[in-house]
Every structure is written in C-alpha cells, then in structure tokens.
C-alpha cells in the first residue's frame, strides 16, 4: 500500500465516523467548518513527507525497502533520536508551533511493550506480537494514530469499579473467542481527523477488583459504537468561518479535544495489547512517557519561542524595545526557552539502553524537564502580558480597519514608532491570542495537565532519579560510613 498521502487521508476521514460539534452530527470531517482547518493542518505533514527538503526527516527506509514513518520508529541509535527531535520540530516549525497532538508521541506506549517483550509475553505472547505488528503497520501505511488516555472524572473518591455507573470509566464487558467488547469512555484531543485511537487503561489502583479496567487496545475511529463528542469551538461557527487576521492561532488550530464514547465496540485479538491485566497497566502507566516526553519538550520549546519572538514583535512596534525593564522581562523568556532546549539536548546526548536494547533518552533529565515545562508555561504567559500590557483587550478587528466609517480613525490611534496600524494591530492579535484569549486559556491548562499532573511527574523523576548515588555521596561526606542494614525503627513520641 505505501505510505498514505495528503489526498489519502483527506478521504480516509470520510469513513462512516460518527463525530458532533455543537449539537449536530458532521457529514464530513474534511470540510467541516469547525475541523477543516486543523484537518488541513495534519495534511501538511502528509506533503511535507514527499517533500525533498523533509523527507528525510519524517520517514526512513524499510528492511525490506520502500519508505515508513519515523513516526513510528523505535529509536534504535542516538542518531534515531536526533533525528526524532529534529522531525517534530520540522512540523511545528513548518504547519505550527502551538499544535500539540499529530501523532509522534502517542505510539510510544508500542515502544515499550516491544521493549518489555519478555514481561508482556509473560501475561499472553500475543500482546507483544500485535504490538510489533501494529508498528509496522502504522510505519508503512502511516495511518493517523491518536491517543484514548483522559479518564471522565466521576466520583474521584471512589475507585473505577466503585463508581455508580460501571461503564463510566473504559472497561472489558465481554470477552469472545474472536475478541473482546469494551464499553466507556475517553477524552483525547485530535480524535475526530485521526485514524485509530490507542486506547490507555484506565487510572486506578490495579488491583484485582479494578481488573476489568486494565485494557488496551488499538480501536478504528469508525468501529460500530463509537461516538466522538467534541468540545465546543473556541471561535463562533467554527474556525473555519474566523478571520485569520483577528484569530491568527484559533483560526487555523483549535485542535478539537474530544468525548470518545465506546458503546460495546467489538475489538478483535489482532488489536488487543493487554486485556485484564492490572500490572501491564501498572507498566504503561509508568513507563509511557520514556519516548513520549521527548516530543511534548520540543513542543514546549516551539511554544517559548514563539513567546519570545511576539514579545520581541510587540515590543519593537510600540518602541518599548529600548526600555531596560522590558528588555530584561524578554529576557527572562529568552531564558526558558533556553533551559528548555537544554533540557533536550542533555537527555538526548545522555541517551541510555532501554531493557530492549533500544535507546531512549536519560531519564531524569528528560522527568526533570517535563516538570519544568508544566510548572513554568503560565508564568512566561505573565510575563509576556506584562511586556505587552493592557493592549490586547482593547484591540478592534479587521473589520473596523477596513470600514469607511472607522477606518481613519483606527490608522491614525493605532499606528506609531514608525509601524502603520494594520502591521502593530496584527502583531497584537498574535499577542492576545497567546495571553488574553479562549486559545490562551485552553493552551495553558493543556500545558499544566498533557503530560499528566506536575505530582505524577514528580513521582516519575523520583522513580528514575540515582538516589543510591545521591546517598553515597551524602555518606561520604557526612562521615558514615556504612549504609544502615535497615531502617531505624519509628519512634513513638518526639523527642525521644
């Protein structure tokens, strides 16, 4: 078949799905005024893979010849994981640098089961094998693969199977000699243009009685049963129908985060990952983000630079450039965008073995990373409404700029320090939106909670951090010599 192209998946969208927006059901993903944008926006990357200039960037030659993904590349070398960083910041460089969901993360959770082969053979050989197998069918027909990871939120107190409504959470209701039945739901952005979804089990405590909850598998977005909800649209009447001079992000990527309900999908055994089994959800759960959290760094850079070139923009069209306060606030933005890019380029030249003999990147430095990421976005956003001031809420639209009636007045109260009002207006529109718009507030809170919470994140770097080295060294100087047989005994009162 080959690698699908732009034509291809533009049609392949149009296969029976079943997705609402606002209250009405879509006739046809690809045109549909609330998605068509971002559906052209993930077409790019179909062309930009025969494109000569990055091609070799976003594909790699097959053992058995012709051209796959890279998305769906297992990095095998520390030159498989440049060349994984240096794809997906060609892609937001080249279709967006605020887009965060087009695929290259969500397989990861295929790299690791291929990784822990032994361990996933150990629950059922099947559960490695169409893992492996899906990998090579996504690499080869490069089919848009998302993620089915967020759980609806319930009764939080409560575990999965404690919940009113059993199939509140994604959940086994049927196990069948040609495959099983799920049931429940999943929010995940990008659903309603991908092709399959990877379905994550559900977050709980794996035990026994959650066990139903512990599955995995890869669902066709048309499957029977499956209804995609989408949230509404951060423009009225769709992105599609926004000015892209007012609306220069929301008009063109509102990337439609979704309510995918499974209403007793057939999924057959070729699909299945792991079925019943809490302590490979336990593993996915924790070991997902080894390769993902390379791709959602680079994202966070393409953002900080994005922050620091509007402030440069903004700053230079009202003349605050030459003002050492403002300077020093861009400044600070230069700063995270270069921590940032440190935090990349560290854990990719730290790479280390993965237990499969694959390379991923160094652990503690790529956890330590993500944590920076989540916690600093929404502070830089301040600074940068603090370089620009009050001015975003304050701005008219295009249509004020064009109509006969306002528009001497707009070129004359908008222009300054040698910039016309139509260039510092639309300057200013990119600054809103990165500060002071739905888009803004939606960017933000994907920034603080894509990645899981900052708490999960922590405990992750917590996991993988040498502490036996830290102690040593503390040891060490610290003059004991020898490390405790076991731990001192508690005592019952303070003091004593």
Not at 93 to 109: A, I, L, N, Q, Y
Not at 120 to 128: G, I, L, N
Not at 377 to 405: C, T
Request: hydrophobic share 40%; aromatic share 8%.
């Amino acid at each position: 078949m080959g690698l699908m192209n732009r034509a291809e998946y533009l049609e392949s969208l149009n296969d029976g799905r079943q997705v609402w927006v606002s209250g009405r059901k879509v006739d046809n993903v690809a045109t549909d005024p609330a998605l068509a944008p971002m559906v052209r926006a993930i077409a790019k990357i179909y062309e930009m893979q025969r494109d000569p200039a990055f091609e070799h960037l976003l594909t790699f030659d097959l053992p058995d010849g012709g051209k796959g993904s890279r998305f769906y590349k297992i990095p095998e070398t520390p030159e498989d994981l440049m060349l994984r960083r240096k794809m997906t910041s060609a892609i937001l460089s080249h279709v967006s640098p605020t887009m965060d969901r087009f695929g290259d993360e969500t397989v990861t959770p295929l790299f690791v089961m291929v990784d822990r082969k032994d361990i996933c053979d150990s629950f059922d050989p099947r559960y490695a094998a169409n893992a492996a197998r899906w990998l090579d069918k996504l690499a080869r027909e490069n089919l848009f693969m998302t993620s089915g990871n967020t759980d609806p939120k319930g009764d939080r107190s409560l575990q999965p199977f404690e919940q009113e409504d059993p199939d509140l959470y994604l959940r086994v209701v049927e196990e069948r000699a040609d495959g099983i039945v799920i049931s429940g739901a999943k929010f995940e952005t990008g659903a309603p243009y991908a092709n399959v979804a990877l379905v994550k089990p559900t977050v709980g405590n794996w035990i026994q009685e959650n066990a139903d909850y512990a599955v995995s598998a890869i669902v066709p977005l048309n499957s029977a049963g499956v209804r995609m909800h989408c949230r509404m649209p951060l423009t009225a009447n769709g992105a599609e129908n926004a000015n892209d001079y007012d609306h220069p992000l929301s008009g063109s990527f509102d990337e439609l985060d979704t309510l995918m309900v499974f209403d007793h999908v057939f999924v057959p055994w070729e699909n299945v990952l792991f079925c019943r089994k809490p302590k490979m959800a336990a593993m996915m759960r924790a070991e997902f983000s080894r390769w993902a959290a390379q791709g959602y760094l680079v994202r966070c850079l393409s953002k900080a630079e994005l922050l620091v070139g509007a402030a440069l923009l903004v700053a230079e069209h009202t003349g605050t450039i030459k003002i050492p306060p403002v300077r020093s606030k861009i400044a600070q933005l230069m700063m995270h965008k270069q921590a940032i890019e440190a935090f990349v380029i560290a854990s990719e030249a730290s790479c280390k073995p993965s237990p499969g003999g694959f390379t991923m990147p160094d652990q503690p430095i790529q956890n330590a990373g993500r944590i920076f990421c989540s916690q600093s976005y929404h502070q830089m956003v301040q600074l940068l409404r603090e370089i620009i001031g009050g001015q975003p809420v304050m701005l008219p639209d295009e249509a004020m700029l064009i109509a006969p009636d306002t528009r001497g007045d707009i070129e004359k109260y908008f222009a300054g320090a040698g910039f016309d009002a139509r260039t510092r207006i639309q300057a200013m529109h990119l600054a809103r939106e990165l500060t002071a718009s739905a888009y803004a507030g939606r960017t933000q809170s994907y920034q603080l909670f894509a990645e899981t919470p900052v708490f999960a994140q922590e405990n992750a770097l917590f996991a993988s951090y040498d502490t036996k080295a830290a102690l040593e060294t503390a040891r060490k100087w610290a003059g004991i010599r020898d490390e405790p047989a076991a731990p001192a005994r508690r005592m019952a009162m303070a003091g004593r």
